[in-house]
T-cell receptor, first 114, second 112 residues
Framework: AQSVTQLGSHVSVSEGALVLLRCNYS??????LFWYVQYPNQGLQLLLK??????LVKGINGFEAEFKKSETSFHLTKPSAHMSDAAEYFC????????????FGSGTQLTVLP | DTAVSQTPKYLVTQMGNDKSIKCEQN?????MYWYKQDSKKFLKIMFS???????INETVPNRFSPKSPDKAHLNLHINSLELGDSAVYFC???????????FGQGTRLTVV
């Protein structure tokens, strides 16, 4: 079974600083990995995804993530935080088998300080 | 155009009542899901339907019953609501092969 661990339920950064949100996964098959963002009282929006191919994937709003198989990681980064980045971020892995679904991590609340 | 839409967005009801949440997607996807987000924001799959057929049914009380009249709709009916049912419920859909899932805006259910 697939699982996801997000290290740090709360992360605070200053505006303009590097954002690093950590995600480690467990999967018995090559994983499909996702980062979703949830703004207050909103649904989940896809930031980026890794399926196959290039291990460095770029997403919306300047975010990117790198798939590292040897470390079973898929950390999310952004070079310079903006106040509008404050939100809850979820890492997820797609299950294998015929019944495809997402298994989510517990989420990381990102706070951006002025 | 909203890709995955849920109604209502907010639902406040008393214990013991029966309520339904509706979901519609206009993406032409074959698979639809219901996820529950608890008060700690943890997201967990409840149900998945593929072309109107139930394919995932996680450990969810029998009081929860999904219904899919066609592949564009997946409704969630909840009987005898309990305080512990208070949560945000998300509908989602995906295409065959599942390269990503599209989520609705969520329905915040509060049972009082």
């Amino acid at each position: 079974a697939q699982s996801v661990t997000q290290l740090g339920s709360h992360v605070s950064v200053s505006e303009g600083a590097l954002v690093l949100l950590r995600c480690n996964y467990s999967s018995s098959v090559p994983p499909y990995l996702f980062w979703y963002v949830q703004y207050p009282n909103q649904g989940l929006q896809l930031l980026l995804k890794y399926t196959t191919g290039a291990t460095l994937v770029k997403g919306i709003n300047g975010f990117e993530a790198e798939f590292k198989k040897s470390e079973t990681s898929f950390h999310l980064t952004k070079p310079s935080a903006h106040m509008s980045d404050a939100a809850e971020y979820f890492c997820a892995v797609r299950s294998s088998g015929s019944a495809r679904q997402l298994t989510f991590g517990s989420g990381t609340q990102l706070t951006v300080l002025p | 155009d909203t890709a995955v839409s849920q109604t209502p967005k907010y639902l406040v009801t008393q214990m013991g009542n029966d309520k339904s949440i509706k979901c519609e997607q206009n993406l032409g996807h074959d698979t639809m899901y219901w996820y529950k987000q608890d008060s700690k924001k943890f997201l967990k799959i409840m149900f998945s339907y593929n072309n109107k057929e139930l394919i995932i049914n996680e450990t969810v009380p029998n009081r929860f019953s999904p219904k899919s009249p066609d592949k564009a709709h997946l409704n969630l009916h909840i009987n005898s609501l309990e305080l512990g049912d208070s949560a945000v419920y998300f509908c989602a859909s995906s295409q065959p092969g599942f390269t990503e899932a599209f989520f609705g805006q969520g329905t915040r259910l509060t049972v009082v």
